[in-house]
C-alpha cells in the first residue's frame, strides 16, 4: 500500500533503526513493509527509498534504477533489497552529484562521496549478498543507507550554494552539465 513520505523534520527520519530478525522475513509484517516500500517508492517516483521514510524504523532499504531515470544516469540495478546493509568505502577518491529526496521534495544538493563501495546485506529470501558500486550507484546506495543511520543528504552539503529548488536547478545548474563528475 502507497505510505505517506516522512518528510525532513519528522522526529522517523532521525531515530534509531533496529536490524531485522532474518527469520522475520518469512512473516506477514515484512511482507507487508516490502510491498508498501514497492509501492511508494513506484509511486512517488522514487529511484530509492528507506523503510524510516514511510515511518518503519528497520534497516531496510529498496533501489531500483531503470536505464531511464531522472537523474539521466545510465547505470541499471534491477530492484534490489538491502536488509541490515553494511558498507565498506573501497576507496577516498570523492565524486559529487546533485541529490534528491523524497522526505526533501523540491530541492537538490550537491553532495561528495566515495566513489567505490562494498555493500553486504540480505535480500528479501534472506540470501546474503556483497555487491561493488561505482558511480552514480554508489552515491544512491550510499544515500539510501544513510537514511538507516538517521542521516539525511542535506547534512553532507558542504557548500550551501550548491543548495538549490528542482525548478532553479533545472534553469541553473542543469544545463551547465554540472550533474556528474
Ligand atoms: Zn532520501
Redesign the pocket.
Known amino acids: 500500500m502507497i505510505q505517506p513520505i516522512c518528510r525532513m523534520g519528522n522526529p522517523k527520519l532521525r531515530s534509531v533503526n533496529k536490524d531485522l530478525e532474518i527469520d522475520s522475513i518469512k512473516g506477514e509484517s515484512f511482507g507487508r513493509l516490502l510491498a508498501d516500500l514497492i509501492d511508494s517508492m513506484k509511486h512517488y517516483g522514487g529511484i530509492g527509498i528507506a523503510a524510516p ?1 514511510i515511518g518503519v524504523n528497520l534497516r531496510v532499504a529498496i533501489i531500483e534504477l531503470p536505464e531511464t531515470n531522472r537523474y539521466g544516469q545510465k547505470i541499471q540495478l534491477p530492484l534490489t533489497v538491502f536488509i541490515n546493509p553494511v558498507i565498506e568505502f573501497l576507496t577516498d577518491e570523492l565524486q559529487g552529484f546533485w541529490e534528491g ?3 526533501v521534495p523540491g530541492l537538490r544538493g550537491f553532495v561528495e562521496r566515495p566513489s567505490k563501495i562494498k555493500v553486504s546485506f540480505y535480500d528479501e529470501k534472506g540470501k546474503f549478498h556483497e555487491l561493488i558500486a561505482e558511480g552514480f550507484l554508489a552515491t544512491v546506495i550510499q ?2 543507507l544513510d ?1 538507516l543511520e538517521g542521516v539525511l ?1 542535506v547534512d553532507r552539503i558542504k557548500d550551501p550554494a550548491k543548495f538549490a529548488f528542482q525548478e532553479e536547478y533545472d534553469q541553473y545548474v542543469f544545463n551547465q552539465k554540472e550533474i556528474g563528475d
Open positions: 521514510q529526496c523524497l522526505s544515500h539510501e537514511h543528504y
